[in-house]
């Protein structure tokens, strides 16, 4: 363990260490479209990859 | 130091080591002198550092040394500087997250946004890290033959080193450790002074930012694999946890920006000068294009003699052991939050040995990949780099979505200024693989 020097403090605690509480959200109107655009996003790109590399674009 | 192990005693013992950590730190703050104020900037720098160097891990220094191989210093020293920038945007904004919430990254999506999408980041994470620890082990197996060390030797050694360095030190032991073996990555910077580059190119890079032989197909993959390296989604995972581990408040984020800064300069001087090594010493080469990384030391060698080989080959070792660390403890971290599993490497193996074991096994796959003969190990490397850059949109999306829940972060939410920046990367990275595909699907448009 740390060996303390020199004068010792009194400290209040540290408040704000809690974890803040997580509730889950449903994602509404913009963020859902986002949400979705995301998923396509990621099929698109994973398809298109998996084309590339078979054809060994590297 | 080790971890406290206090048998049946009733003490949390993780909370006892955090506790006596930040009544260290409230010391400092409130002591008034410079003395005080070095050592608590000291002690409250770290995970910014530890993760912008470890960004420069062997795949990264293997991509770096091509890309000065095949396209000189032209063009991407000034995208190397704009990497840096945005690498500092994301990962700034990944300490006001962890300051504020105290939670980890996957721990946040996944309580945030459901199991769907906390289920699809963590699968990317786990998979991802795991390809990118094959590259670390690359760089320690390669780097070590140049000693005459056999790859079994290197990679078995490399996988204790990380054993070691997770299980038996306590977070602020392992994270000072892991900073001493970062400080090894400087070793990119003598060889550059040493090739004698023609700084009068270096600076024309700025004036005249041109694409050396034009867009193509292959040179859209480079920028791709370049950006993969600069910016990854396991840096928001490892960022975020060690700055919840380390305990860090929100009376911290200042150190904690300027840690992130530090460690972003680093990133972009180390990197530059890779490409500056390369780019004198490879490029315009015959077949310098496709130049793997031994060919690259020994050109290396010829010019700078056995010293310039070994310092080269030491630093590729260095980026690995250090990338395999941070990797494990993000792989650890991420699915201790996920699965609500004690996590901190804090805790003695015996009471959090779920935590540990998913970062060691993953480590120990790899490692076992890189042995087997005639594995695809350069076609892994650029794969990893470009798997990491598609998905990182995805992780931006929801660190801004994070950033901007006031119901979460209160007054730290994203400034105009931050979110304006931070969609602009999500912009760049969208269209750059959108490029990518477009030259898939269309070969000849480019």
Redesign the interface.
């Given at each position: 363990?740390?060996q303390?020097h020199g004068t010792?403090?009194i400290?209040e605690p540290?408040?704000?260490?809690?974890?803040?509480p997580?509730?889950?959200?449903a994602?509404k109107g913009p963020?859902r479209l986002?949400?979705w655009g995301?998923r396509a996003?990621?099929l698109?790109?994973?398809a298109?990859?998996a084309?590339?590399?078979a054809?060994g674009?590297? | 130091m080790t971890k406290i192990r206090s048998g049946s005693a009733p003490v949390n013992d993780e909370v006892l080591l955090r506790a006596q950590d930040r009544a260290y730190v409230e010391t400092l703050r409130r002591s008034s002198g410079w003395l005080q104020r070095v050592l608590l900037a000291m002690t409250l720098v770290g995970p910014g550092i530890l993760v912008m160097i470890a960004d420069n891990d062997a795949g990264g220094v293997i991509t770096y040394a091509q890309t000065g191989a095949t396209y000189g210093i032209g063009f991407f020293i000034p995208a190397i500087l704009l990497g840096g920038l945005i690498a500092y945007v994301v990962q700034e904004m990944t300490v006001r997250l962890g300051a504020v919430t105290h939670r980890g990254h996957a721990e946040m999506i996944w309580g945030r946004y459901g199991s769907f999408w906390g289920w699809f980041s963590l699968g990317d994470l786990v998979v991802a890290n795991m390809l990118t620890l094959v590259t670390e082990f690359i760089g320690i197996t390669v780097g070590m033959s140049i000693f005459g060390v056999p790859p079994f030797a290197s990679a078995v050694g490399g996988l204790v080193a990380d054993t070691v360095i997770l299980l038996f030190l306590r977070y602020r032991t392992w994270e000072r450790v892991s900073i001493w073996i970062a400080g090894g990555n400087l070793v990119f910077v003598p060889l550059a002074l040493m090739a004698h580059p023609h700084w009068g190119v270096v600076a024309a890079a700025f004036r005249h930012w041109t694409v050396p032989g034009g867009v193509t197909a292959a040179f859209l993959f480079v920028v791709l694999a370049n950006f993969g390296t600069t910016i990854a989604p396991w840096m928001l995972f490892f960022q975020q946890s060690s700055v919840v581990d380390k305990g860090l408040t929100v009376a911290d984020v200042r150190h904690g920006q300027w840690d992130t800064a530090i460690g972003s300069a680093a990133m972009v001087v180390v990197a530059i000068a890779i490409v500056v090594l390369t780019g004198t010493f490879a490029f315009g080469r015959p077949g310098a294009g496709t130049y793997d990384i031994q060919q690259i030391i020994l050109v290396v060698g010829q010019h700078l003699g056995r010293s310039g080989e070994d310092l080269f080959a030491l630093g590729l070792v260095e980026s690995g052991v250090l990338a395999t660390i941070a990797l494990t403890a993000s792989t650890s971290w991420a699915m201790g939050e996920a699965f609500r599993w004690p996590k901190s490497i804090n805790m003695p193996a015996s009471r959090a040995w779920q935590f540990y074991l998913p970062g060691l096994v993953s480590a120990a796959v790899a490692a076992g990949i890189v042995l087997i003969p005639h594995a695809p190990l350069g076609f892994l490397n650029l794969t990893v780099q470009v798997v990491a850059s598609i998905f990182m949109p995805a992780a931006m999306l929801f660190l801004l979505l994070l950033l901007n829940d006031r119901e979460i972060m209160g007054e730290h939410v994203n400034r105009r200024w931050q979110n304006v920046s931070a969609w602009a990367i999500v912009g760049l990275l969208v269209v750059l693989n959108g490029l990518y595909g477009a030259s898939v699907a269309l070969p000849k448009l480019f």
């Open positions: 363990m740390r303390k010792l403090h400290v540290v408040d704000l260490e809690a974890p803040v997580l509730t889950r959200i994602p963020i986002v949400f995301l996003y990621i698109v790109m994973l298109l990859v084309i590339g590399f054809r674009l590297h | -």
